[in-house]
């Protein structure tokens, strides 16, 4: 269902967008806790140990335990309207975008639109045009994400206001080259992978097995999701040090801050004073939500289109009431 298939097509590509902003409002809900373990631990200058004294956050447990005893519950759902936004944009655009690039190879191309190299270049394409689309979005994010109490920001508005007063637009795309760098090869290799692990599952699994389709999505997509993270995470720990930059004063109950001059700059300091684990901070949570979020995403986009074709099909049951 993923991608444009000649021989099965059902979905269009108005309908491919509502199906993925569909499953990014339903994913993004769920998998919103371990975003913000994921973001606190990357902007944590200070090394994630037990063992550092001025560490604010030594491990995903201990986090979990401080934030809620901290802040309350409704910290691990900070900035979640901005991410709302972020997800249900993203998901529509990136699947539309999807859906026509793939369309446009098979049209256009000898290429076959459903393998897997069309499905790397072409979810790379995708996503890039999705980031652009909705970066404003995740600086806020992480802005709400990244404060602490009492809080700089107390609504979105205040927010958007605040920035552009203080910080001129460029700030809403702060982090845009390195996200760009990084958003390339990971959505990519999760539609790489995403593709190659469905012709693998066929080959694996009875045909007429077809009721765990779903479940084979959700597995899919979660080794996809963990796979494409893992290969390209340094680049998301630079995104989110640059999308905090002018926002220090906001960090300094969690530890050190740090102002970075751009991408270089930011790698060199992060190398120099937190050597190549500084990179993969905040790793551990972020594998855990690229497993959930990636699988959830595939599962629930999935699912939409196959419920907006079943609505299509002659013989379903909406069609011959009407």
């Known amino acids: 269902m993923v991608g444009y298939d000649p021989e099965a097509r059902c979905v269009s590509t108005a309908e491919a967008a509502a199906a993925g902003s569909a499953s990014g409002l339903v994913t993004r809900v769920l998998v919103s806790p371990l975003d913000v373990l994921k973001i606190r631990f990357q902007l944590q200058i200070e090394q994630l140990s037990s063992r550092n004294p001025a560490a604010k956050y030594h491990g995903i447990l201990q986090a979990v335990q401080r934030i809620f005893r901290e802040e309350g519950l409704a910290a691990f759902w900070k900035g979640h309207?901005?991410?709302?936004?972020?997800?249900?944009?993203?998901?529509?655009?990136?699947?539309?975008?999807f859906e026509s690039l793939t369309e446009l190879v098979h049209n256009v191309t000898t290429f076959n639109a459903r393998g897997s190299l069309v499905h790397l270049v072409c979810g790379g394409l995708a996503a890039c045009t999705a980031t652009v689309a909705v970066q404003p979005m995740d600086t806020l994010r992480t802005r709400f994400a990244a404060q602490g109490e009492p809080k700089i920001y107390p609504n979105l508005r205040h927010a958007v206001v605040t920035m552009y007063q203080t910080e001129g637009p460029q700030?809403?795309?702060?982090?845009?080259?390195?996200?760009?760098?990084?958003?390339?090869?990971?959505?990519?290799?999760?539609?790489?992978?995403?593709?190659?692990?469905?012709?693998?599952?066929?080959?694996?699994?009875?045909?007429?097995?077809?009721n765990g389709g779903s479940i084979k999505d959700l597995v899919c997509g979660s080794c996809a999701g963990v796979v494409s993270k893992s290969l390209t995470y340094p680049l998301d720990v630079v995104k989110k040090r640059l999308q905090v930059g002018g926002f220090e004063h906001a960090r300094a109950a969690?530890?050190?801050?740090?102002?970075?001059?751009?991408?270089?700059?930011?790698?060199?300091?992060?190398?120099?004073?937190?050597?190549?684990?500084?990179?993969?901070?905040?790793?551990s949570p972020s594998l855990l939500k690229a497993g959930f979020s990636t699988g959830l995403i595939f599962f629930w986009y999935e699912l939409f289109c196959g419920f907006l074709c079943a609505l299509k099909s002659p013989e379903s049951p909406q069609r011959k009431e009407g």
Request: aromatic share 18%.
């Open 81 to 97: 309207v901005p991410a709302q936004l972020l997800s249900v944009g993203f998901g529509a655009v990136q699947f539309m975008a």
């Open 171 to 210: 700030t809403f795309y702060r982090g845009l080259t390195p996200t760009l760098l990084a958003i390339f090869p990971y959505a990519g290799l999760q539609f790489f992978f995403y593709n190659i692990l469905q012709q693998f599952s066929k080959w694996v699994i009875p045909a007429e097995a077809k």
């Open 254 to 283: 969690f530890g050190q801050v740090r102002t970075y001059g751009g991408v270089l700059d930011c790698m060199r300091q992060i190398m120099r004073e937190e050597g190549p684990g500084g990179f993969f901070k905040g790793l």
